[in-house]
């Protein structure tokens, strides 16, 4: 009897355990007071480029990787939406938290319409710079005309949600 109990308390705990663990893992989707960093980070072609070039537009930052998949899925729809809303005011930035040589490879097979900044080890810690505390791949942040951030995404970042998002923020 006092073995059963002790089993069942050490089942409670161990499921409070989980829940909690799990709410801590799901994807971050707060919005805090923040405004674009003023950032500087080489392209692909070896020229630093600024975060200041996209002021004014409606800027989503994408930290992903060519190792990492849910980074490579969402990759299609972000070309498709630039192609779709660039004359509307959005604008992407890849930011790769890998080496120039990874992400040439890849760029071989897939052609981003997007300008692609290499970070390398340095992105997990901007990424945790500006809010993803738990260096999660992908990691998104959309930041309005003015420059402040309205959405914030640890994981994958869908098109449905990006146009839900940018629509009342367009002409």
């Not at 097979?109 to 505390?133: E, K, R």
Request: with cysteine; charged share 20%; aromatic share 8%.
């Amino acid at each position: 009897m006092k073995q059963t109990t002790v089993l069942i308390i050490a089942a409670a705990v161990a499921l409070a355990g989980g829940i909690w663990l799990q709410s801590k893992n799901q994807p971050e989707t707060q919005t805090e007071a923040m405004e674009l960093p003023d950032y500087r980070l080489p392209d692909l072609t070896g020229n630093e480029r600024s975060s200041s070039e996209w002021r004014g537009k409606i800027v989503i930052v994408n930290f992903w990787a060519t190792w990492c998949p849910p980074c490579r899925e969402e990759i299609p729809e972000f070309i498709a939406l630039q192609q779709e809303y660039q004359g509307r005011g959005l604008q992407f930035v890849g930011i790769a938290i890998e080496t120039k040589e990874s992400v040439e490879k890849y760029l071989d097979f897939v052609d981003i319409n997007y300008p692609m900044l290499i970070a390398g080890d340095q992105g997990i810690i901007l990424t945790q710079q500006w809010g993803n505390s738990a260096g999660i791949l992908p990691f998104s942040l959309i930041f309005n005309q003015q420059g402040r951030m309205i959405h914030k995404q640890a994981g994958q970042l869908s098109r449905a949600k990006i146009v839900e998002i940018i629509e009342p923020l367009m002409d």
